[in-house]
């Protein structure tokens, strides 16, 4: 079942502007991460956020967890065309063995 | 980064035939790998958690007898795709965490593949 829950599902926007994109879920985690997958290829991992944390920042990526409301928000500032692509949040549990579960996916297009 | 090969890119066979694909984790090492399956604009469906030296473990609705995991390296693994028939046609995704060094195991992140997308005709 469908953990991760993104929405909007599509987002587009002009370069330069700010993206932010949410996810819900629905259980206990350990951690959430946002991925990224340009059209046809493999998933890139962006960042991970833990339980206990309520912000990240990395580059232009900012990162926010509410785990009173099970959300979480990505904000790329400052968009640019070759962010383009589809992102997905995944929540995680403990041990090393545990497997992610991906919500549905934004598609995120940044027209020049 | 940690770098997961996935081969082939792409493959088109015909139905009735098995397909392999390779899973390596290039620059370390992987106990676990994870097999996804992802319809075209859609999420990715976990099809099953492949144990190096043991056996898969599949989630539910995934056949084990169809999609047949071998995890007998810490950097390999494969999944074959036996009798393919045309609804087996999809992109198929491995993933692995690097259970030892740099990273730990606990991290959370994964390292991804390029995909496979199968193709039967």
């Known amino acids: 079942s469908q953990q991760g829950e993104e929405d909007p599902q599509a987002l587009s926007i002009q370069e330069g502007e700010n993206a932010t994109m949410n996810c819900s879920y629905k259980?206990?985690?350990?951690?959430l991460q946002w991925y990224r997958q340009n059209s046809g290829r493999g998933l890139v991992h962006l960042i991970l956020i833990r339980s206990n944390e309520r912000e990240k920042h990395s580059g232009r990526l900012r990162v926010t967890l509410d785990t009173s409301k099970k959300s979480s928000s990505l904000l790329i500032t400052a968009s640019r065309a070759a962010d383009t692509a589809s992102y997905f949040c995944?929540?995680?549990?403990?041990?090393?063995?545990?497997?992610?579960?991906f919500g549905k996916g934004i598609t995120l297009s940044v027209r020049p | 980064g940690a770098v997961v090969s996935q081969h082939p890119s792409r493959v088109i066979c015909k139905s009735g035939t098995s397909v392999k694909i390779e899973c390596r984790s290039l620059?370390?090492?992987?106990?676990?790998m994870f097999w996804y399956r992802q319809f075209p604009k859609q999420s990715l469906m976990l099809m099953a958690t492949?144990?190096?030296?043991?056996?898969?473990?599949?989630e539910q609705g995934v056949e084990k007898d169809k999609f047949l995991i071998n995890h007998a390296s810490l950097t390999l693994s494969t999944l074959t795709v036996t009798s393919a028939h045309p609804e087996d046609s999809s992109f198929y995704i491995c993933s692995a965490r690097d259970s030892g060094g740099r990273q730990g195991p606990n991290t959370g992140e994964l390292f991804f593949g390029e995909g496979s997308r199968l193709t039967v005709l």
């Open positions: 620059d370390f090492q992987a106990t676990t």
């Open positions: 492949s144990n190096e030296g043991s056996k898969a473990t599949y």
């Open positions: 995944a929540t995680g549990h403990t041990g090393a063995n545990s497997k992610l579960t």
């Open positions: 259980t206990s985690i350990n951690n």
